[in-house]
């Protein structure tokens, strides 16, 4: 999974998330903590980019 937040008008990088924002750190944890629950439960599914759109 990769992605390119803005939290709290600031952008969040894998190196300083924790620093950056008390709301981007608190939704980082939050995004680990339940991508495991959602990928167990199947509301989480991989995707693949066929022709420039996901599906």
């Not at 937040?5 to 600031?10: A, E, I, K, R, S």
């Not at 969040?12 to 709301?23: A, F, N, P, Q």
């Not at 995004?31 to 167990?40: G, N, V």
Request: charged share 35%; no cysteine; aromatic share 12%.
């Amino acid at each position: 999974m990769t992605w390119e937040p803005f939290y709290d008008g600031v952008a969040v990088t894998r190196i300083d998330w924790w620093r950056r924002s008390e709301i981007a750190r608190n939704r980082v944890l939050r995004e680990w903590k339940i991508t495991p629950e959602r990928l167990a439960d199947g509301s989480l599914q991989e995707v693949q980019r066929i022709d420039g759109v996901w599906r």
